[in-house]
């Protein structure tokens, strides 16, 4: 019996052909020669007069199968680069049944074949397991240090500079609870230097802050949230002036708390390139604390003197961007405002990465602060600037 393929049937079956990946198997000369031979004729009438047979089903697959060929060698000739795999080094299929010939028989037999049956029983694959919190982790030690001998020509001092910093955020995972945002911070920075020409210690802290932030939201349209914000900063060591008992900076003086109720817009490109927070709090309550009174002087940190806390209520806003500029470099930027619409006060705060290897980079960061609440400098006037330029070791660990 003879079954011959409908005309859509051999058309998808030869696009199907086409699309097969590409095999070289001889030589392209060879075959493209062979494709331009006069078609086969499969039953010869000279050779077969008294048979009549319908041999046009096996010529038109015959020239089918051609005319696949033919394009695809043209298509290896005109782009080689696309052929992935040699028919010689390809492996020889498995083979499914093996003839046996029985000469007492004069037949051929096929056994069954024999199926290996598993010394165990497969065990299940153990479930996806679901973070619903992801923890990202940075560490960062980073230092500079000088040696100059007492004869040195031009004079200086034996110097050694220690900048640590540590960074851990716990977010709640988007993908498993598309509805909700929570995000919380916890960032700390200590930087400690040799002071050899200071007569009361011969160290001094250039670099001693403590933040925490935590923002908790619930999806109103596409990327804002109706969200609730907190932030609380402050430093841990004492602080003072150069050469003096004066105490600038201690636990808790200052500290200041944020409390503020708002929207919050959150976005993250696919590729995890550039990622944009933005926080916007119309209602906010700021309260600021300075613990020790009799070593320290209030004023200085915007509160009334002979008080420990000051309260007030204004707006506030937070901006956080950060963005992989390429695969070693890393921007990240935090803008923070808040006003009781008497004063102002805000910091910008940029930090750049520069990767070198896996556990070695260098940063630069620069922190500048408006306070008008703070005390007027006749040369910086309300604001303050500070820059640090490191190298050293880092350490990363995330759960994304």
């Not at 331009?36 to 009549?52: C, K, W």
């Not at 040696?147 to 004079?155: E, F, K, L, R």
């Not at 001094?204 to 619930?218: C, P, R, V």
């Not at 300075?290 to 309260?311: N, Q, V």
Request: charge should be neutral; include cysteine; proline fraction near 5%.
């Amino acid at each position: 019996m003879v079954v011959a393929l409908s005309p859509c049937a051999m058309v998808a079956q030869q696009s199907s052909d086409v699309l097969m990946p590409l095999v070289f198997e001889n030589r392209l000369d060879d075959a493209l020669d062979a494709h331009q031979a006069s078609p086969l004729t499969v039953f010869a009438p000279s050779a077969a007069p008294q048979l009549d047979v319908d041999d046009n089903w096996l010529t038109r697959e015959r020239q089918r199968t051609a005319r696949v060929k033919r394009a695809r060698y043209r298509n290896m000739v005109a782009e080689p680069q696309l052929v992935a795999y040699n028919g010689r080094t390809l492996p020889e299929l498995p083979r499914q049944h093996i003839i046996q010939a029985d000469p007492t028989q004069a037949m051929l037999a096929v056994p069954a074949p024999v199926v290996e049956q598993p010394d165990s029983v497969p065990t299940e694959e153990a479930p996806i397991k679901i973070h619903n919190w992801l923890h990202t982790f940075n560490s960062s030690l980073h230092f500079t240090q000088s040696y100059v001998s007492g004869n040195w020509y031009q004079g200086g001092e034996n110097n050694l500079n220690i900048l640590a910093d540590i960074k851990w955020e716990c977010n709640l995972n988007q993908n498993v609870h598309p509805n909700w945002l929570f995000n919380n911070v916890l960032s700390y920075k200590l930087g400690v230097a040799t002071a050899h020409n200071d007569d009361y210690r011969k160290y001094m802290i250039n670099e001693d802050n403590f933040l925490f932030t935590s923002q908790l939201g619930y999806k109103a349209v596409k990327h804002w949230y109706y969200s609730a914000m907190l932030q609380f900063k402050t430093q841990f060591f004492n602080n003072y002036k150069h050469n003096t008992n004066t105490m600038t900076a201690t636990f808790l003086g200052p500290g200041e708390l944020n409390l503020g109720l708002g929207m919050t817009y959150d976005y993250k490109d696919a590729n995890g390139i550039k990622a944009v927070t933005v926080a916007i709090a119309p209602l906010s309550y700021n309260l600021k604390i300075c613990r020790d009174i009799t070593r320290l002087d209030p004023t200085t940190f915007g509160i009334d003197a002979g008080h420990h806390t000051k309260h007030s209520f204004g707006s506030n806003v937070e901006a956080k961007f950060t963005w992989k500029i390429t695969p070693n470099i890393m921007w990240s930027s935090r803008l923070y405002v808040f006003t009781n619409y008497s004063y102002v006060q805000g910091d910008w705060e940029n930090t750049f990465d520069f990767s070198i290897t896996r556990y070695l980079n260098t940063k630069i960061y620069t922190h500048l602060r408006f306070d008008k609440s703070h005390t007027w400098d006749p040369d910086w006037r309300y604001w303050q600037f500070k820059e640090i330029l490191s190298f050293g070791l880092t350490y990363r660990f995330s759960t994304n």
